[in-house]
């Protein structure tokens, strides 16, 4: 897990296209409902992405690139996503470290999946003191549906994943849209830990690399 901590510390080293924040995650832990205008995500440089938490929503910037992993930073709040999913997050009432597997379906291809494929991770929640648990994944193709990202209609295949922590008696269901052709993750909805909201994750401003 030390390692995914170095990596995900190091791309804060890397050059970010923008620093500017609009609503950052802070105001949706607080329980306010910022709205994102179109002009706000306009006025970006670069790759946004929109975080919403509960009832509040937040705009996001590209902190940092290094492979597949993107950092994705408010004023104070930080995700890091790996091909599309969250595999660490800093400013969350819990906050998680979930690295991916080296031949993770998310780095292999959503796009690619073989319908019930399972695969166990292991998750930490430094905070709680919790770690090394195991988190069990199975996965589901879903249809192909149409969803509208800044007013583009884009047809995404819809991929299921059920995940459980038994120790914790935790289970949940994500979902993530990605293109079927390239497996690019334009939404999610990703549960992070028990007794939290997900969050849902939508790619407003994509760019070359996964998300």
Request: aromatic share 6%.
């Amino acid at each position: 897990m030390a390692a995914v901590g170095l990596l995900a510390a190091g791309l804060a080293g890397c050059t970010a296209m923008d620093n500017t924040s609009f609503e950052t995650l802070g105001l949706a832990i607080g329980g306010l409902e910022p709205s994102i205008s179109m002009a706000d995500v306009n006025s970006v440089r670069g790759p946004a992405l929109l975080v919403e938490f509960g009832q509040a929503d937040a705009l996001m910037v590209l902190g940092g690139l290094q492979g597949g992993y993107v950092r994705w930073t408010g004023i104070t709040e930080h995700l890091t996503t790996d091909h599309g999913r969250l595999v660490q997050s800093a400013g969350l009432p819990t906050d998680i470290i979930a690295p991916l597997l080296v031949d993770d379906p998310f780095i292999t291809g959503l796009h690619r999946l073989a319908d019930g494929l399972e695969v166990s991770r292991q998750v930490d929640y430094p905070a709680l003191y919790q770690t090394g648990l195991v988190q069990t994944a199975r996965y589901q193709r879903g249809p192909l549906e149409s969803l509208e990202i800044m007013g583009q209609k884009r047809e995404l295949q819809r991929i299921d994943e059920r995940v459980e922590i038994s120790v914790l008696g935790y289970r949940a269901l994500n979902r993530y849209w990605v293109d079927p052709d390239n497996g690019m993750v334009y939404r999610s909805v990703q549960h992070v830990a028990p007794n939290l909201p997900p969050l849902r994750l939508t790619l407003l401003k994509p760019y070359g690399a996964q998300p």
